[in-house]
């Protein structure tokens, strides 16, 4: 059962009553995730951050934007909106400066040893986010990603746990398969040398035979890993073009990043997917949460 506990600007901790409506979204294309909340009124200092537990599991855990008291209908009501820790970094500017071979322990006291072999400009009005996000593009090829319950995921959240889903499982009442021919790149040219052409090409076997027609170009004189910058140009492209849209009577909060396994699709749907964005929907009829699946970036 879900339970809501307010944290006050005084340090006192509140927990809330049952939430009239609830919801919360999570997605990995957006960096915080948001909650918003209906409660029966109930008198508190300032709200300065919310939390979420399924019993005692931690689901959410966000800072408080903004607090509305309302009377409606007769009904007095604790209105709460709020994002998730990642509004930290996406609210806060960075310092100006040059990092010289910035590594992940300097950058965020992280115990992984990459290295950026480059330098990193960090210009005036920069956030913290984009400082971090930058970083990881560079020395991951992927974009960081702060869970709903707090963690920073430097690589991306990919949880170690897999969700079925089917009858006998996580069971579902709609189910969506998407395919975006739109968004696939066949192929990316590279230029190498100054002067020069874009005389290099990698290409996505799959879309090419396919019938395919979608090509970008990157100058590799302006990036210090041009062919695993093209070669994430095509699995960000591939991973665009496929989801699975499934809507589960159940809260499935806290299950993004994880694998995900379909055991009764209608059709034949891909293999290899994962949890990438979650809206949980809490209403006075009951809950569900809509889930996307996607092509895991390998």
Known sequence: MLRCILNDVNGLETELPYPVSLTVDADEAVPADSLYAVFPYVETAEAAVISVFDDDRLLFKGIVD??????????????????????????????????D??????MVGDNDDAVYFGEQTVAKGSSCWSVLKNFCNACYSCAPRVSSDGVLWLKGLKREEAVRFGEKSVRYTDIRELHKRCEELSAVKIKTENPGGYDRTISDISAVGRGIVRVRYLNALLTGSPMRCADAMLKNSAAKAYSVRLRCPSCLLGYDGCAAVIDDAPFDVAKGLYISSLRYRLTKSGGYTDVTLKRRNN
Do not use: F, K, Q
């Open 66 to 99: 903004e607090e509305e008291h309302t009377m409606l209908g007769g009904e007095y009501d604790l209105r709460i909106s709020a994002r998730s820790m990642a509004a930290l970094l996406l609210d806060n500017e960075a310092m100006p400066c040059v990092y």
């Open 101 to 106: 071979h910035p590594s992940a322990s300097l």
